[in-house]
């Protein structure tokens, strides 16, 4: 059976959502929309990676379970997906998979059985037990090699994680390995037989040069008392499986790998290989250890490993939340249609390079491209189908005595020429898309649009509207244009789905452009005498100087010009990336309230029980996890902040009823309680 399976990486879900994740869900989402407008069965997985330390500290910061802080992230994950159109509701992916789901438990474990019982290449046991010791980086999950870290300035300080500048944990513990070193000649060859399996070429060259520079072996596990939050190592419940293990076998269990309901309900066999897409910062862990995961458990190679290149701000810099660069996604959803945002990804970045992504610059694509573009052909030939053809579509022919009339208006009248023009047009654009190039498919696919417009222009059919004896010769020209504009929205639907969706209505056509596969496309199917439906604007113009005043003065909300604008906060620990309407604050009852008793529990050396009174007839019971920073006795009598109506929940036992509020700061979120300088009664709330 003809199928294809596309997966994006699964995120972490320690932070919230952001325009790196849109982007890789939004190049699949399209690349699964083409492949089903070809008639081809395809299954699209996104998801996140919820198991491992980043998750557990994140949680722990947050004030959570680790659970608690994958669903909450999850939630985030989903609202962007539903606001962005690629959920499944919206026609985008089959699955959002989580990693904490039993059946990926199931799975991930058959893997690791599996194994554990094979032999590699040069016939050793694949998983084996040793000890590791190293400098491993948390916000990384993976040990660094020398050349992978800065060394320290002042002896006996720990070396820094290059990427994330972050100092490293020396770790020592029993570990299990998998024989990495035994797959490097395996892996060559499969990069040298298939020079498609890892894409673009030069990226390939780079794994190449990695494996030939020679591959260590690879700890698979971390003892369960370091890392709890994680799949149990089958027959060895002290350890815990390395997250990338775990993570990388989604893309099987997902499907079915040794789990029987997912097989039945997707198929591992009808689906597997996948074509993982990846951003360039990804690529070893799925072009080196997840092939030789699948070589050693015996299992088919992924299709491709495809990896694109990262979002940069408008002036070439990594984006971050530090420099204030970053593209907020509720501004995206507030401003730009989600065509607009695809067509913008898809459009300004050479597929695997780095490119840069700005409000202005998306604001000057939607308006030349979009709304001059592709918007005005398709408004200004259906305004004029509806004004000089009584709103319906012309014949696309000229009868023979009119032909030498057509001649001497300078319109060609052989047929072929333009259908010649855009078949070709068409064969390349489904070939570049085929490869991935989507911002040179998109340059062709303009192509039509430019010479369509031109063929208007030269043609004046406002001037041929005034010679009845040119009514053919005018209907000629508006057919071509139509029928153009049905091609076009037949050939850009996996790119703007909505937009090519509402030409192809006004165009009166039934069905929609996802059903038609954009090779079978025919010249001059377009029926003569169909009635057009109501002529809509597409794509309107956007203010661009009013657009960008009002991004720009919104609260802390960073643009290329504006200046950093970034709080070290809790928050900003976890990850915001979004704001919250004065609404949404007013949600959260923050009181003032007075510390009437503090004490130690007995086992819980990080909590406090404390009796706070709010101003109402009992005091609350509240515990805090502050006992490491503040002696009980100190806080008696002192005013604090409390938030009033957090759900109550039991800790140790006991019932907490409201949280106090406290900054957190440094690496260990050391916490400092909020006060009042000045005189305020229990009870009054902060607004
Ligand atoms: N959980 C792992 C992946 C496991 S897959 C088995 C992970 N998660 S992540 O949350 O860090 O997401 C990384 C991916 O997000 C990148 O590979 C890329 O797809 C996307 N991007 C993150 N930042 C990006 C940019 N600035 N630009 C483009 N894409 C980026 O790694």
Redesign the pocket.
């Known amino acids: 059976m003809n199928t294809f399976y596309v997966?994006?990486?699964?995120?972490?879900a320690?932070?919230l959502p952001?325009?790196?994740?849109l982007?890789?869900m939004i190049v699949a989402d399209t690349v699964a929309r083409a492949k089903r407008q070809r008639g081809i069965e395809t299954y699209f997985l996104t998801g996140?990676?919820e198991h491992g330390i980043n998750i557990e500290r994140a949680a722990q910061k947050a004030g959570r379970t680790p659970q608690e802080q994958a669903d909450y992230v999850v939630s985030y994950f989903t609202k962007m997906t539903s606001e962005f159109g690629l959920d499944t509701a919206h026609g985008g992916y089959d699955i959002f998979m989580r990693t904490t789901k039993p059946f990926h438990y199931e799975g991930v474990s058959e893997l690791w059985r599996r194994i554990s019982k094979a032999k590699t290449p040069k016939g050793n046991n694949a998983i084996y037990k040793g000890h590791y010791e190293g400098w491993f980086c948390a916000p990384c999950?993976e040990y660094k090699t020398e050349d992978e870290y800065q060394k320290p300035k002042n002896e006996g300080d720990p070396p820094t994680c290059l990427i994330h500048d972050t100092p490293l944990d020396r770790v020592s513990e029993e570990s299990y390995f998998f024989r990495l070193s035994d797959y490097d000649e395996a892996l060559l060859s499969v990069m040298e037989t298939r020079p498609d399996f890892v894409r673009p070429d030069y990226r390939r060259n780079e794994v190449m040069s990695f494996v030939r520079g020679g591959l260590q072996d690879l700890s698979v596990s971390r003892l369960k008392t370091s890392v709890s939050w994680g799949v149990p190592v089958p027959g060895d419940p002290a350890h815990t499986m390395y997250?990338?293990f775990d993570?990388?076998?989604?893309?099987i269990t997902a499907i079915g790998f040794g789990n029987e309901e997912r097989q039945k309900a997707v198929g591992f066999e009808k689906f597997w290989p996948a074509l993982h897409?990846?951003?360039?910062?990804?690529l070893r862990?799925?072009a080196v250890y997840?092939p030789a995961f699948l070589l050693a458990a015996g299992i088919e190679l992924p299709r491709a490993i495809v990896?694109?290149?990262?979002?940069?701000d408008p002036n070439g810099r990594?984006?971050s939340k530090t420099l204030g660069n970053t593209i907020e996604l509720d501004v995206l959803n507030k401003y730009f249609s989600n065509d607009a945002i695809r067509y913008f990804c898809l459009r300004e970045m050479v597929f695997g390079q780095?490119?840069r992504?700005g409000y202005e610059a998306l604001i000057d694509r939607a308006n030349s491209d979009l709304a001059s573009g592709w918007g005005n052909l398709s408004s200004r030939t259906l305004t004029m189908i509806a004004r000089y053809c009584d709103s319906r579509i012309p014949s696309g022919l000229i009868p023979e005595d009119k032909l030498l009339l057509a001649k001497r208006t300078g319109v060609d009248t052989d047929e072929t020429t333009v259908a010649g023009f855009i078949e070709h047009a068409r064969d390349q654009f489904v070939q570049q898309f085929d490869n991935l190039a989507f911002s040179k498919a998109l340059e062709t696919a303009w192509s039509v649009v430019a010479r369509i417009d031109k063929m208007i222009t030269d043609a004046k059919p406002w001037d041929l509207a005034k010679d009845e004896n040119q009514k053919q010769t005018l209907g000629v020209v508006l057919y071509r244009a139509a029928e153009s504009l049905r091609w076009l929205s037949v050939m850009l639907y996996p790119v703007m789905p909505e937009a090519s969706q509402a030409i192809w209505k006004q165009l009166g056509l039934d069905g929609s452009p996802a059903q038609v596969d954009p090779t079978q496309l025919k010249w001059g199917e377009l029926k003569e005498g169909a009635a057009i439906a109501e002529v809509q604007p597409v794509f309107p113009r956007m203010d661009k100087a009013k657009i960008m005043s009002e991004i720009t003065s919104g609260p802390e909300i960073s643009t290329e010009s504006s200046a950093p604008a970034v709080h070290a906060t809790q928050a900003d620990a976890v990850g915001i990336t979004s704001f919250i309407e004065i609404d949404d604050f007013a949600k959260v009852d923050l009181r003032v309230g007075q510390v009437l008793s503090a004490e130690r529990i007995p086992k819980a050396d990080k909590l406090l029980l404390m009796k706070v009174d709010i101003g109402e007839e009992q005091p609350r019971q509240i515990l805090a996890g502050i006992a490491q920073y503040y002696e009980p006795e100190k806080l008696i009598g002192r005013k604090v902040v409390i938030v009033a109506n957090l759900k109550p929940r039991k800790l140790r036992g006991l019932e907490s009823q409201g949280m106090v509020v406290a900054a957190s700061y440094g690496e260990e979120g050391r916490p400092v309680i909020a006060t009042f300088t000045e005189d305020v009664p229990n009870g009054a709330r902060l607004k």
């Open positions: 997966t994006t990486p699964i995120y972490y320690n932070s952001h325009l790196g994740h982007y890789t996140t990676d999950a997250v990338w993570a990388l076998t989604n893309y897409l990846v951003g360039k910062d990804i862990f799925h997840w990896a694109h290149g990262m979002w940069l990594k984006m780095d490119g992504f």
